[in-house]
């Protein structure tokens, strides 16, 4: 089968980008042959998520029609597109041959994408995408106040939203994003719910001597960043010791939060940004990978990445976490709705007086992240692919 990948970013650091080049290998090795068509120049030394040989096709160099013309004339049989910002690209893609669309965030379904609110408190989002969508995102801030943004945001959102129905399949990661999109008026037996897989590759070592907490990912308000900082200082008063806690990553709110970790006392080192070999690194020195999203994640990768490294997670109950964490067997759920520092240091408190109870949940982790393999995954798109492009092969 000749498959057409489509995503508007090629070369960039992201989940998206790693996937891609995960699953286009993975599914050149099945006998298919891949291409990839792109919206964004490929800069000077980064790699391409294709494998070698592939055809690329790059917009920004060729112009929309020029490189949509090459990419059908390459004879595809069926389209799969990932994140793509010109909607006519999509539209396009449909209209010439079955397109699988992989939704890897809440495309179509929220106006800023995020799916929470942030006022007075954040606090996730369940409402479907519709007009009553503007007034709430002003009242309730769920984004970006930029004049003119929110409405943009609408239209381009709505515009998604209304072409579900020509999509031949939705592919989600998670159960939670596949009742998002039918709630959103996405057709049923057209929502697949294919789980993700680590990308990081590595072995468990030994568990740290002392109790230690990593946060991993963008330092942005909805990933609670600074709720988890009061949780630790709590838990940190309970147990009568600090808890050592490391901060990977960057974002708007990295100077708030080294503020309020400075003002509560917390033994917080903030490294920034960290390549593969620094994660590994990362998650070998930690007890327990926190995960105090207060949007409802889409999946939550770094928790089965985490789980590659033996290390369990504490997380919110909130989105696709529950995809990949089972509670008492690799880490714990904290409800969330909302989410709180106290009982997100409650957690804590329990993984640090329990180190019998920690290292179970160490093997259950890494049982985790290798029963949500690649091939795993691989195989379940494979079927969906195939499902979405027979009716025009057999014509």
């Not at 900082?229 to 708030?256: F, H, M, N, Y």
């Not at 995960?291 to 889409?298: D, R, T």
């Amino acid at each position: 089968m000749r498959i057409l990948f489509a995503n508007d970013g090629i070369g960039d650091a992201g989940g998206v980008q790693n996937y891609l080049g995960a699953v286009m290998p993975a599914l050149a090795k099945r006998g298919h042959q891949v291409a990839l068509l792109h919206l964004d120049r490929l800069r000077p030394g980064a790699p391409s998520p294709a494998p070698a040989g592939a055809p690329h096709w790059g917009m920004a160099e060729m112009g929309m029609d020029a490189a949509l013309f090459a990419a059908l004339a390459w004879g595809p049989d069926l389209a799969f597109v990932h994140n793509m910002r010109p909607l006519e690209v999509d539209r396009r893609l449909c209209a010439a041959v079955p397109t699988v669309k992989f939704m890897h965030g809440y495309f179509g379904t929220c106006v800023s994408g995020q799916k929470a609110h942030l006022f007075p408190r954040p606090q996730a989002c369940g409402k479907p995408l519709g007009p009553g969508c503007i007034p709430i995102y002003a009242t309730r801030r769920c984004g970006r106040m930029r004049p003119g943004y929110v409405a943009e945001g609408y239209r381009w959102a709505h515009e998604q939203n209304g072409m579900f129905g020509g999509y031949a399949s939705l592919v989600t990661a998670s159960r939670h994003m596949r009742a998002e999109y039918l709630r959103n008026g996405a057709a049923p037996g057209r929502v697949h719910a294919i789980p993700l897989f680590p990308t990081l590759s590595g072995q468990p070592t030994d568990p740290p001597p002392e109790f230690r907490v990593l946060f991993l990912g963008r330092m942005t308000a909805i990933k609670g960043g600074d709720v988890l900082i009061r949780a630790v200082a709590d838990a940190s008063a309970r147990l009568g010791r600090p808890i050592p806690l490391t901060l990977a990553g960057d974002g708007p709110q990295r100077a708030e939060w080294e503020r309020l970790a400075s003002r509560l006392g917390v033994a917080a080192e903030f490294v920034g940004w960290v390549d593969d070999d620094g994660r590994a690194a990362l998650f070998h020195a930690a007890s327990v990978l926190a995960v105090p999203s207060v949007w409802p994640e889409p999946f939550g990768l770094v928790g089965l990445e985490a789980g590659v490294f033996g290390v369990p997670s504490i997380a919110f109950d909130v989105g696709g976490i529950r995809d990949w964490l089972t509670p008492a067997v690799n880490g714990w759920l904290v409800p969330g709705a909302p989410p709180s520092a106290r009982a997100m240091a409650d957690a804590l408190v329990h993984a640090a007086r329990n180190p019998e109870l920690l290292a179970r949940m160490r093997t259950g982790a890494r049982e985790a992240a290798e029963r949500m393999s690649l091939v795993r995954h691989v195989q379940a798109l494979e079927r969906v692919l195939v499902s979405a492009a027979a009716p025009a092969m057999a014509g």
